[in-house]
C-alpha cells in the first residue's frame, strides 16, 4: 500500500494554536531620561505595575505545518505579527500559548550572524561562520564566494573596513551572505530581499531556490509582493496577529492586494 501523503512529507516546523505576548515598556510624560520613567523600570523589574507598561499580544492562536523544500512568505501589513511569528521559530521570544515544534536548528538571518560593528567585513564573515556552525576551513573554503556573493567589494576594498562604516543595505547583504553560505535546516528570512539592486535581489532568490533543493525549508518576510510570487511557491497571510489565510503565494498574494485595494 502505497505511504499516505502526511508520511511522505517531513515536517520541519509546526505551529499549534501559537499566541504570543510581551510587555513594552512605556517612558511616561517624562520622556526616555527622565526620573518617571526610571521608577518605570525600576517597578518593572520588581515585578509591580507602572503606569508606562503595556501588554501586546502580537500573534492570536496561529497554527500551521511547514516541510521540507518549501518557501514560505509571509505577507501582512506592519504590525501583523509577521517579525514576531519568526522570532519565535527560531526559539528567540517564549509561547505564551500553544507550541512551536521544529525539526533541526532554525537560523533567524542576521542573529545567529552576530556582526560586530567596530570589526572589519572578513571579521565578520569569520564569526558569522562560526556562530551558525561552520569550520573555520569551511568558511575559509567559502570566504572569496561569500564576499563575491555579497557585492560589497564592488566599489573598493570595503571587506577591510569595520562594519559601522558600511550602510544598512551592505550589512544586510554580508549577512545574508553568510548566512546563504550553507545548508539550513530551516532558514528564517526577515526583508533581506528588499535589499541591493535587482542584481543581488536575483542571486538571492536563486541562492534560496538552492537551499529548498537542498532539503531546507525557507521563511521570507518582505512587503515586496514580487519578491513573494518569484521566491515562494506558499504564503502565510498574518493580519493583526491572525492568519488569515494560508495557500499558494500566487494566489494568497492576490487576495492581500485585493483586501489592501479595498482599504
Same mark, same amino acid.
Request: proline residues 3%; glycine residues 18%; hydrophobic residues 40%.
Given at each position: 500500500m502505497a505511504d499516505s501523503p502526511i508520511t511522505q512529507r517531513v515536517p520541519t516546523v509546526v505551529a499549534d494554536g501559537v499566541h504570543i505576548t510581551y510587555t513594552v515598556q512605556g517612558?511616561?510624560?517624562g520622556g526616555k531620561g527622565s526620573a518617571t520613567a526610571a521608577l518605570c523600570r525600576i #517597578? !518593572? %523589574?520588581t515585578r509591580m505595575t507602572s503606569p508606562g507598561t503595556r501588554t501586546v499580544h502580537a500573534v492570536k492562536g496561529v497554527s500551521f505545518a511547514a516541510y521540507k523544500g518549501e518557501a514560505i512568505g509571509l505577507i501582512g501589513s506592519n504590525g501583523s505579527g509577521k517579525s514576531t511569528l519568526l522570532k519565535a521559530i527560531a526559539g528567540l521570544l517564549p509561547t505564551s500559548?500553544?507550541?512551536?515544534?521544529?525539526? /533541526?536548528?532554525? !537560523? #533567524? #538571518? /542576521?542573529?545567529?550572524?552576530? #556582526?560586530? /560593528?567596530?570589526l572589519t567585513g572578513e571579521r565578520n564573515v569569520i564569526l558569522g561562520g562560526l556562530a551558525m556552525g561552520m569550520s573555520r576551513e569551511q568558511i575559509h573554503e567559502r570566504y572569496q564566494d561569500i564576499v563575491d556573493f555579497s557585492g560589497i567589494n564592488e566599489k573598493g576594498d570595503f571587506i577591510s573596513l569595520p562594519m559601522r562604516t558600511y550602510s544598512s543595505g551592505m550589512g544586510a547583504r554580508l549577512r545574508f551572505s553568510? =548566512?546563504?553560505a550553507k545548508s539550513h535546516d530551516v532558514l528564517l528570512i526577515d526583508e533581506a530581499l528588499a535589499t541591493g539592486d535587482a542584481k543581488f535581489q536575483r542571486r538571492s532568490q536563486e541562492r534560496i531556490s538552492e537551499l529548498r533543493k537542498q532539503a531546507g525549508t525557507v521563511f521570507l518576510v518582505s512587503h515586496s509582493n514580487p519578491a513573494i510570487r518569484q521566491t515562494c511557491d506558499r504564503a502565510i497571510w498574518l493580519e =493583526? /496577529? %491572525?492568519l488569515l489565510m494560508d495557500g499558494p503565494a500566487g494566489e494568497v498574494v492576490d487576495a492581500h492586494e485585493a483586501h489592501t485595494r479595498k482599504k
Open positions: 517612558a511616561g510624560k #517597578l !518593572s %523589574r500559548e500553544g507550541r512551536i515544534y521544529t525539526h /533541526g536548528q532554525p !537560523s #533567524l #538571518l /542576521g542573529v545567529n550572524a552576530a #556582526l560586530m /560593528g567596530d553568510i =548566512a546563504a =493583526a /496577529g %491572525r
